[in-house]
């Protein structure tokens, strides 16, 4: 985890009670909250992520406990992942056991402008990203987190920079996304809160505290 990121006391302890108790998990993360600077609560759990399949793992990377054989077995974190590293290793993980996630908040992301994630994504953007057809998430990625550290995302210049620009729904709540967190940003952010908060407790009818997820990554 990042030094400026917070555990709660017992969060390695009940990992360690799911990694003793079930031999096919291999590795196990916790829902998060995130934090700005002064570690105000900026964003809410999203237990959504849990109940929907998609590629990107429910857990915050620095949240995460695994089985080190495992590791070593799929080979560990591979050198030419410069960004999405996590995502590589957990979802090569997948194929010797389960990755689960704790639906519980133990675990406090920090956003600020000196995060990172958001220094490494801004260098992997200009490095790769331009080259592969991939700006658009990259941009994403910067603006998001940049949004709930309290600032302007400035990712509308880049998104109508991008050459070609796809014209697609995406595309288009990008950029409207992009246009709203220009003129007001912390109205952007109430919106998402709101909309974080509804689908959480939305998805509260089928999640139950303590219980682990297998992570839904196909």
Not at 184 to 213: C, H, M, N, Q, T
Request: aromatic share 10%; hydrophobic share 40%; net charge positive.
């Amino acid at each position: 985890m990042d030094a400026d990121d917070i555990s709660h006391p017992n969060r390695l302890e009940r990992q360690w009670e799911i990694l003793q108790s079930n031999s096919d998990v291999v590795a196990v993360g916790t829902l998060c909250d995130g934090i700005d600077a002064a570690g105000r609560e900026v964003r809410p759990r999203d237990r959504w992520r849990l109940v929907r399949r998609s590629r990107y793992i429910p857990f915050p990377h620095g949240s995460v406990m695994f089985r080190r054989e495992t590791f070593d077995d799929v080979g560990g974190y591979r050198e030419e992942f410069t960004g999405g590293e996590d995502q590589d290793l957990f979802f090569r993980m997948t194929t010797k056991g389960r990755v689960v996630t704790l639906p519980d908040v133990l675990y406090r992301y920090r956003y600020h402008l000196h995060n990172a994630t958001l220094v490494s994504a801004t260098r992997d953007m200009k490095q790769n990203y331009t080259h592969n057809g991939q700006a658009l998430a990259a941009v994403y990625v910067l603006g998001a987190m940049r949004l709930w550290a309290g600032h302007p995302p400035n990712t509308l210049q880049p998104m109508l920079a991008e050459n070609p620009l796809k014209w697609n729904l995406q595309s288009l709540m990008s950029l409207s996304s992009a246009a709203w967190g220009s003129l007001s940003p912390a109205s952007l952010r109430l919106f998402l809160r709101g909309l974080i908060r509804s689908r959480d407790l939305l998805a509260s009818l089928k999640v139950k505290e303590g219980r682990p997820y297998e992570w839904l990554s196909k």
